[in-house]
DNA sequence: GATGCTATCGTACATGGTACGATCGAAGCA
DNA sequence: TGCTTCGATCGTACCATGTACGATAGCATC
């Protein structure tokens, strides 16, 4: 026992089954422990949330420091965003807790480290950061809600057509076309959020 | 007892106290009702989630449909953000939860209809969408956390100075500021995203 | 062998979502 | 007026879950 295995178990369990329905008691059961063991590693389940949101931060691939800025940008809020879709259950865990642990630390560095060599300042840089990462896991966590609400009621759609007439035509056209292909759609939203980054530093 | 009542309740519940601790019996008792009365009108606390998230979004105050697309996007973008400012604890439920509602949809319909008259096709127009949104909720919810962080730990630091050498130093830059006007984050932010968008339309 | 420490775990409690069935008041009808 | 019906309300109870507490067990040190 490790809270290191403890971490990588409540991953794959939570990944498996939802966020909702883990629990500390198949956590346990899956590592073959009593409960309360983890408790010995962990303070509370907030704590075990904070840790699996570190872990996965922790997995992002570093780029070249010496590539440029807005590639070394691109590359790390891509490997954000894929780690966030190979673990979509903990979405939301990225979303709302702060990567505070040791783990997570080197990439957040290496995100600011690239804004800031755009020519931000300390203010701007870090506004580049919460941008950027907004931007990947907002999106990632959008594909998921799509992935599950069409899981459980179907694909989406209008509820009333009981007036005649179309209320909501660009909701319509949106919901009508073929789905986007997510990897097309990342790439075209970061093209966009680095060329306005690009223009604001006169790149 | 309408569904109408118990919503506003809600929010102004979990407003109070935090999501976490927002719970079927204290909303019950806040109406003055039997817990199993709400059961009535919402079948269970997932939908009312998702009718908390709805009501947020309709709060938000459309723009004159004559103006200008991208003063469009930035009201709507705006309005969103601040509508999640306003509600700090339910941010994680307009991350989460898809606007399904019909009291959502004005305010859906009216955001996709300003990037669809940028020029955007629809699965463009969808992704504008997604970015925006992830942008502006996004931001909120990294302002909340900070502001819990802070009153449960106090301020921000880097855990370890055991090692002389400064290990993230664009974190410690970021750490070390005056912290930042959230009104001029979001605006700064907002006018990177809508200038890369009016690249991509060529105007 | 005694002692103290560390990791484990069994038990128990409090909390919270919600299923179930009873109740109750009003509206319609004879 | 008395009876029926139906929708809304609610009391009770059940189950799941986080976790406090204290017991235990292995092990190293003296």
Same mark, same amino acid.
Do not use: N
């Given at each position: 026992?490790?809270?290191?295995?403890? +971490?990588?178990? %409540?991953?794959?369990?939570?990944?498996? *089954?939802? /966020?909702?329905?883990? &629990?500390?008691?198949?956590?346990? #059961?899956?590592?073959g422990?009593?409960?309360?063991?983890?408790?010995?590693?962990?303070?509370?389940?907030?704590?075990?949330?904070?840790?699996?949101?570190?872990?996965?931060?922790?997995?992002? +691939?570093?780029? %070249?420091?010496?590539?440029?800025?807005? *590639?070394? /940008?691109?590359?790390? &809020?891509?490997?954000?965003?894929? #780690?966030?879709?190979?673990?979509?259950?903990?979405?939301?865990?990225?979303?709302?807790?702060?990567?505070?642990?040791?783990?997570?630390?080197?990439?957040?560095?290496?995100?600011?480290?690239?804004?800031?060599? %755009?020519?931000?300042?300390?203010?701007?840089?870090?506004?580049c950061?919460?941008?950027l990462?907004?931007?990947a896991?907002?999106?990632?966590?959008?594909?998921?809600?799509?992935?599950?609400?069409?899981?459980?009621?179907?694909?989406?759609?209008?509820?009333?057509?009981?007036?005649?007439?179309?209320?909501?035509?660009?909701?319509?056209?949106?919901?009508?076309?073929?789905?986007?292909?997510?990897?097309?759609?990342?790439e075209?939203?970061?093209?966009?959020v680095?060329?306005?980054?690009?223009?604001?530093?006169?790149?």
């Open positions: 026992m490790s809270r290191q295995r403890i +971490v990588e178990a %409540a991953v794959e369990l939570a990944e498996g *089954r939802g /966020l909702e329905r883990f &629990t500390m008691r198949d956590l346990a #059961a899956e590592l422990v009593g409960t309360m063991s983890i408790y010995h590693h962990l303070p509370d389940k907030r704590a075990l949330h904070q840790a699996m949101a570190d872990h996965i931060w922790s997995q992002l +691939v570093l780029p %070249a420091p010496d590539a440029p800025w807005d *590639r070394r /940008l691109a590359h790390l &809020t891509t490997q954000l965003w894929e #780690a966030a879709r190979r673990h979509p259950a903990l979405v939301p865990l990225l979303l709302t807790r702060r990567f505070t642990g040791p783990e997570a630390l080197p990439a957040v560095e290496a995100l600011l480290a690239a804004a800031a060599d %755009a020519g931000f300042d300390p203010p701007e840089t870090a506004t950061f919460r941008i990462v907004g931007f896991v907002g999106l990632a966590q959008a594909e998921v809600a799509r992935t599950v609400a069409e899981r459980e009621h179907g694909p989406a759609r209008l509820g009333g057509g009981d007036d005649g007439g179309d209320a909501f035509p660009r909701l319509r056209a949106a919901l009508a076309g073929p789905p986007v292909s997510p990897e097309a759609e990342f075209f939203g970061l093209e966009v680095l060329s306005g980054l690009r223009r604001r530093t006169g790149t």
